[in-house]
């Protein structure tokens, strides 16, 4: 191992994922990391590039079995892994001075039972939860710079916090009564062997779910709430959309008969954000818009001049909501430019 | 001209959209029907089945220029144009004795300063306004029966008003603040060349639309305001979806905190229904499932058991949003069984 | 049990996957069937329209456990499952009067060795091979008549043999050196999780597969050697088309310098066929065009006057390629007209 | 206007088609480029990002009326027009000393009368036609370092070309007897409104088009018969696939009873080449692996160890069949690294 001294070594846990594929793509193009490693017990041996054919020629590695010593000879670990895994692994990374950016659920929820009714099963390291930042740059940016361990936000709750947070930092809608309708690319749903996730099962149609109750909800209502100082009440419906990437959420809030410059508002509050693009007033973002980048594009609007605020976000929810967040997040913790790996814009047509 | 005395002579004018070539596929099942006519000012002389390729072997016509004489030997005849052709003919067959069934906008609105504003155009026959039936079989069964002009719904208004029908009968919600969240396929713009419906354009994406304002919207005020026998507050957010069939509609209302059983009353109210489907409880309805047939499925759910209740609807926007909605009020003008030629079950996958 | 002795009883072993649930959707119209069983040792139990709810109110049915007694009671059993399984049940059948169309490739090859080395397992009975009929109507009406073994041709093979069948007839083309470039849609697949038939593996994007030999391989040289009398020489490489349904097959062969008359060929060949449509000189069929319809559309061309002849053939491979041709064949089995359940159109758009 | 000396300064003629927006995709990552102009008559004055919306906040530049003045203040001009429109420019800005790389058909084929024919209208410059160098890198490298007019391929020539080049330069196959069968992503349509290319009449479904004849073929047939010395015979099938972005070839040769390490002789002809990769043996490239990408995948198959030798082709239409491949001539008419601003991974998924 001949380490580059400008070079930060890093690795990641769980690569086979979509996510998994998506930090490669990202980190491959980033002046700064070095690929130290790339863990899957179930792939281990087999290159790659096999498995990801688009990274051929661009990344000279095999998957291995997960080892902590291995890893421990990272400055940054990345887990792009179901939940309940990174909470194995993180301590003893910690302890060995490696700096975490978990894309997992495992440290995004404070309220530890909570956490263990939605995912069904005993927390395994409870004690860190309190000292994970929550890795929304636009919220928590000081905080991510000193961090040691990132709790990567969920896709939906990414579109979703984005999308209300002028509103709620300027506490002009009633927290009592928000609405998300949001829709996503099948991607979010991972790269598993599943009948409901065929092509044939769901190309040409379109179908709510989760409905009554979605894994991402009490991570949106923790993060509004935080926003918001004080706990809102949210209807939140996901739909399922024919497409591989992007998160379309179409956000409703009570104004009442405030009068109030919304798009200025919006477009204050981001001025200075390098992925955040508040879209000119009477326009509507296109999750194509966003594919492949790290920008989450968002218009506010207020149909009829009447009580009822309505904002539309886009993201690609493996770039803005999960890969690209976490490479953002490691560039502010490694106090690099926050946009290094991440200046490209998204692939349209 | 040898009719077959059983049969019921119909003519379509406008037959090159696809509510047109919709109109021809089920028209063609229909035991009880004969097609006299098929108009099309800029395609006459053609084959329909050059067309449409599907028609092959079906249909032996072709398109004809529209002509009064021609039409008014039919007993029936559905326009499916753009809105103010219908507008311009329909008084001439009426006074002819031909019942009409119209698909576009031309009768909808009974407000005709509203029609004029959202139309752009001054409207061509106001005094039938008000003998139009609105032909939405769950609401105005009987009086479709009678009707000699039916104001066929609008795709997204069909699938908003059957959703919110039973709420607003039995008032429980509060309909100063209805929202409704809808998604339609690229089949809902018309058959008509234009960039921004490229397949380029639009696959692989989702975007929301008219958020400042709908065509739609009016008539689906006006629908929903007949219901509640009340004026109605409503926030409508259409999108556009990359499939190329379905209507999907997530409905928010307020319930506060009534206790009431939800899936009985829907169940309830729709029992001999034909075409209205009630999912069972925890289920959601995906588009795929009414593709190509008449059906419209329902899901009605309380999120945590909380005070807003969202209510999910499916449709064929170019069958119950259209042409099987058109044909089946011919069925009720014909004093036909409701379901003749709408029998089939959805293509699925 | 009230049988309507008007009415056909028959059975379906191996409900649950796509040419199950196609079949159900076909027979639910055929005005002479009655739906006795449908059998899934994994489903048992769970309601048909629970799985497919396309066919809810249409179809008052759950899955059964595979029972001998029970499908004996049935006229005709199709058999709509992976191969292997009518081998084990179909002798059984037969002994009691039983007529049976099984949609596997069970029954198709006259070779046994040849089927157990592509299948990878010993054939279960092998004397029933030679006394099953190859259920291609277009070549094998009269046989099929009095089958009571009908071996329902693959989809692959359907488009190449109606494709290839006027030239091998008329003898016009260098038979060992045939080329079939194919593709199919994913419904093809089955229903089955596989990561590789997941929608975000598969949308956006087109291979070729199995360019080093398929299945369907050995069976389109039967059944082209069968139409040509001699054996040929076939190239065939399919691909994975980013659609539900459909299969398009481009044929190439060479004619050398004959004069000929094609199109006239093809016409000739096809004028009485209910179910092959030879589209006009110059035009080139969609497979959009035979979407849930039983029809294959052929356009037959010889580029620049050349050579070399080009066959276009597309069908949908679930209907003609599946389903729909085994109702073809069981209407043929049960001296019903051919078309029955049968005769609608494509669904376009 | 300020001009850094480092930069090449850079125009762009005909800015609002898809290649067109792809060039500033791929430019605006360029590190040595600085776009100067970008014409549209259509669109002048309009911000580009406004048309494009993935590019907001990556280019401020507005679309301006071509003009002759303000291109000859660039080094070098491309032409992402239809074809007509670079003949009528060319001759004046080669004379004031602007390289042009052309990326329509304007200078593609050296028989003038012949272009003519397929492009129905006379040749604005047929005298320029010679002096142009066909851009193909892996064939004409030294030639494009000293051109000034590149004629860059089209997007079906480059796949059949890069697929069939071992083969023929190697003298291996029957050239009197190839066959491509290939396949496009609509964006290879352009950005034109035309019904036939709405995502209602190609989604979800597929069919071969041109068969009788496409404008690609004589470009085709000149470019093998450069590469094997001789004229060659060559069947083109052009087909529509329902994707945007992406042509997959699928080519067929004969080998006789030649004995021949297929495989090692692909893998040594493209060894060194930045964008061509073999597969390995076995595999089958997936137009997905180079979306977005400059890359060429090819793999190479003999089934059953026959006579017969298939190629299997991808591109990314828009990349390495055309603005790509333009960036990589442009890279080397100056001398750069021939991987400048081409340099990153395909999107997968």
């Known amino acids: 191992m001949v380490e580059d001294p400008n070079l930060i070594r890093i690795g990641i846990v ?30 281990a041996g087999i290159a790659v590039a096999d498995l990801f054919p688009n990274l051929r020629g661009h990344l000279d590695l095999s998957f291995s079995i997960p080892d902590i010593d291995m890893l421990a000879e990272c400055e940054a670990v990345f887990f792009a892994t179901p939940h309940g895994v990174a909470q194995a692994m993180v301590p003893e990374l910690l302890t060995r001075g490696v700096r975490i950016i978990d894309l997992s659920a495992d440290f995004r929820l404070r309220n530890i039972p909570l956490w263990e009714k939605w995912y069904n099963q005993p927390h395994g390291c409870p004690e860190l ?4 930042v929550y890795g929304l740059p636009e919220i928590n940016r000081e905080a991510i710079r000193k961090a040691r361990l990132i709790a990567c936000p969920g896709c939906y709750p990414t579109s979703v916090l984005l999308g209300f947070l002028p509103l709620l930092e300027a506490g002009l809608v009633d927290t009592s ?5 949001s829709a996503s690319g099948v991607s979010g749903a991972g790269r598993q062997a599943k009948i409901d996730n065929l092509l044939t099962e769901l190309n040409d149609s379109f179908k709510a779910y989760g409905v009554a ?10 993060g509004l709430g935080d926003i918001a100082r004080q706990p809102v009440g949210l209807t ?22 405030l009068d109030v410059d919304l798009q200025a508002l919006y477009e204050q509050r981001y001025a200075t954000e390098p992925f955040v693009d508040v879209m000119p007033g009477g326009s509507a973002p296109q999750t ?20 009822k605020v309505v904002v539309l976000v886009v993201e690609d929810n493996l770039v803005k909501g999960a890969s690209g967040q976490a490479v953002q997040n490691f560039n502010l913790m490694f106090n ?6 991440l200046g490209h814009p998204g692939l349209l047509p």
């Open 129 to 132: 939860v309190e000292k994970a």
């Open 236 to 257: 939140f419906v996901p739909h399922l959309l024919p497409i591989i990437r992007g998160i379309h959420s179409t956000l409703y809030a009570n104004l009442g008969n």
């Open 336 to 341: 690099l430019d926050e946009t290094l790996g």
């Open 288 to 307: 194509r818009s966003v594919r492949g980048s790290n920008m989450c594009r968002i218009a506010v609007c207020r149909p009829g001049n009447g009580g």
């Open 213 to 222: 109750g979605h894994r991402h909800l009490p991570e949106i209502e923790q």
């Open 177 to 181: 009564d928000l609405i998300a309708s």
């Open 14 to 43: 769980g690569g086979t994922g979509y996510t998994g594929v998506e930090l490669l793509r990202l980190l491959i193009g980033h002046p700064k990391v070095e690929i130290g490693a790339i863990t899957s017990r179930a792939e």
